[in-house]
């Protein structure tokens, strides 16, 4: 590795990966822990209490924020409700990273940023511990992830010197971290909340949260520093750079992309709300009838994807290693249309269980592995594909801001998921399935048809010569596997 003036250097690296995605991996995982146990148990917390009358008084802000939303919508039940506000909720947890990347970007740098982040965030989970502190803590995290999450994926980036090839096998490795984290969060806490209270489930994702922001603190020093950090540290400015032809065409590259990423995200979070409903009130969850009759809880159903997402992500990179040598491997945007169109198979398979369940029955808890299993595939070949290739193509001197807008395609995607997941209650089961499970499929065909004129624009990015830089160290040369 050489440093900036071309200097050797000595690399700490675990694995073949520098030291620092170690300690980033374990950051993301202690923050995703923390999302991810609040959402496993958000549906269940407002359908079973928060909603329910002697609890919904003391919220403060509910009229309002429920007379808007019935402006709009209409008349909700408390279930509708729930599902419109964790779609908004989620969707603008993936809006605010746009604005928390500029911020990074021309301010306060990746570092400060992040850290500001996990505080607000924790913040808010401690604050969801009090029913009258509901919304107040929705808004904290929504403003702390804002400034958390593209700098912290940013950071994996900046690990990695112009042209090494070891950058989208990063990103999928970070993508590991993240699913451990949403792998423990429902066990924890999800078995908490409906065991002991849903406020204790939150607890704990604040505490998880906390741990994460306190080893970040740790690890700071072993981090490259980012752009404004160093020219702070050299008491240096740096003159403005003019985005040239070839950067506004990477841009425009990502850009055409968001639209149809964001239906995928659509169907993706149905997880979260009509899934969830569906393991509670549609399953059976007899582990083994007449052999073994514990009862799964059904917070669990949560853990399934981001478990498989572990599992999978090595058959995945071998499978497009083993394509690689024999130069069959997908491209990048190919690879996001095959994404949509797992996801689409997963509901229709949700639906040919509706139907063999019939209207009244339970499905065996045992149809949601198959379910998750392609759906996992789908969310492989899509969402850590759609971050390296952010990395890859975006100009270094708005890499962050880039970041932050790739992920308006889950703001997108999120809130008009719960305009969706309100359809559930009113619609045959089957049908809800099949109507989700055709979003998807349109955006795959949407995305292959931008495979050929965007992949030489792909193509012509990653050859571009770059200034060397800690944190110019996002392009790859070569086209080689994650």
Excluded at 53 to 78: Q, R, T, W
Excluded at 473 to 479: D, I, L, R, W
Aim: aromatic share 14%; glycine share 8%; with cysteine.
């Amino acid at each position: 590795m050489a440093d900036t003036n071309g200097a050797a250097t000595t690399e700490r690296t675990v694995f073949g990966h520098p030291i620092g995605l170690t300690y980033l991996f374990s950051t993301e995982m202690a923050e995703r822990f923390s999302y991810y146990g609040m959402a496993a148990i958000f549906m269940y917390y407002l359908t079973e209490q928060l909603l329910l009358p002697g609890h919904v008084e003391h919220v403060i802000g509910y009229s309002l924020i429920k007379s808007a939303f019935e402006s709009v919508l209409g008349p909700l039940s408390p279930t509708q409700m729930a599902a419109d506000l964790f779609g908004l909720y989620t969707g603008l947890v993936y809006l605010t990273p746009f604005f928390g990347g500029l911020i990074a970007d021309r301010y306060w740098g990746q570092r400060y940023t992040v850290i500001l982040g996990g505080v607000l965030m924790a913040a808010g989970q401690f604050a969801l511990t009090q029913d009258s502190l509901f919304f107040i803590g929705l808004l904290l995290m929504i403003i702390g992830n804002g400034f958390f999450k593209p700098n912290i994926s940013t950071q994996v980036g900046n690990l990695y010197k112009a042209g090494d090839s070891r950058i989208d096998r990063a990103y999928s490795i970070f993508y590991v971290g993240i699913n451990i984290g949403a792998m423990l969060a429902p066990l924890v806490c999800g078995t908490l909340g409906e065991e002991v209270g849903w406020h204790w489930g939150f607890f704990a994702a604040g505490v998880g949260l906390t741990l994460g922001v306190l080893l970040y603190l740790f690890v700071l020093r072993a981090l490259p520093p980012d752009r404004v950090a160093r020219l702070k540290a050299e008491k240096q400015t740096e003159p403005p750079k003019k985005l040239t032809s070839q950067d506004w065409k990477a841009i425009l590259s990502i850009v055409v992309l968001c639209l149809p990423v964001s239906f995928f995200w659509m169907a993706y979070q149905q997880q979260s709300i009509t899934i969830a409903l569906w393991a509670r009130d549609f399953t059976s969850r007899t582990f083994i009838p007449g052999v073994a009759d514990f009862q799964i809880p059904y917070t669990w159903s949560q853990s399934i994807n981001p478990f498989m997402i572990f599992a999978f992500t090595p058959l995945v990179i071998w499978l497009w290693a083993r394509q690689a040598r024999k130069r069959r491997e997908p491209s990048t945007v190919l690879k996001m249309a095959y994404g949509c169109f797992f996801l689409a198979i997963s509901y229709v398979l949700m639906a040919g269980v509706a139907v063999l369940a019939g209207p009244h029955g339970q499905a065996s808890w045992a149809w949601l592995v198959p379910f998750f299993a392609i759906y996992t595939v789908g969310e492989l070949y899509l969402s850590p594909i759609g971050l390296a290739l952010v990395a890859r193509l975006a100009p270094p001197q708005v890499l962050s801001m880039m970041m932050g807008f790739w992920f308006i395609t889950n703001f997108v995607g999120y809130t008009l998921a719960g305009v969706l997941g309100s359809l559930w209650t009113t619609m045959d089961k089957s049908h809800f399935f099949l109507l989700t499970a055709a979003i998807p499929a349109a955006a795959g065909a949407v995305i292959w048809l931008f495979d050929r004129p965007t992949r030489p624009i792909i193509e012509q990015r990653t050859k571009l010569p770059l200034t060397p830089g800690p944190d110019l160290a996002t392009e790859k040369v070569s086209s080689g596997h994650p």
